[in-house]
């Protein structure tokens, strides 16, 4: 008499379908947690570059003063460090990967007062 349920032979073939739709999937989610946490990051250099030059055509100069609207340091994702050098010549934002960003294949991203971009990688400002 044969019993109700799954023998195991069943069973581990669903446990191969799953690694293998998992094992192909992955990469793909994880690539794209990536590319959402650049996204942030960029919108935030673009955001601090825009109120420093506001304060530039208020000021004449570039200034660190004044700018608590900067949004410096770490990200709330906990991705990216944000940074500041600025002088009253010029400025250049700048962002180090934290955390599971260290290993991305952007690295570090700056923009400067004359608007270049590093690195210049393919897809990495995301256009």
């Known amino acids: ?6 023998s195991l032979i069943e069973m581990l073939l669903v446990l191969a379908v799953i690694a293998i739709v998992c094992a192909i999937a992955w990469p793909s989610y994880d690539e794209h947690l990536r590319r959402a946490q650049r996204a942030d990051m960029l919108t935030r250099l673009q955001d601090n ?8 055509l208020r000021h004449g100069e570039y200034r660190r003063e004044g700018l608590q ?3 410096l340091g770490v990200l709330d994702s906990g991705s990216y460090r944000l940074s500041l050098e600025v002088d009253p010549a010029g400025y250049r ?3 180090e990967p934290q955390g599971r960003m260290q290993g991305d294949r952007c ?21």
């Open 1 to 6: 008499m044969r019993q109700a349920g799954f």
């Open 49 to 56: 570059a825009w109120w420093l030059e506001q304060g530039r």
């Open 69 to 71: 609207a900067l949004q």
């Open 93 to 95: 934002l700048l962002a």
């Open 107 to 127: 690295g570090p991203f700056s923009l400067d007062h004359l608007g270049q971009r590093q690195p210049g990688l393919p897809g990495c400002w995301l256009h």
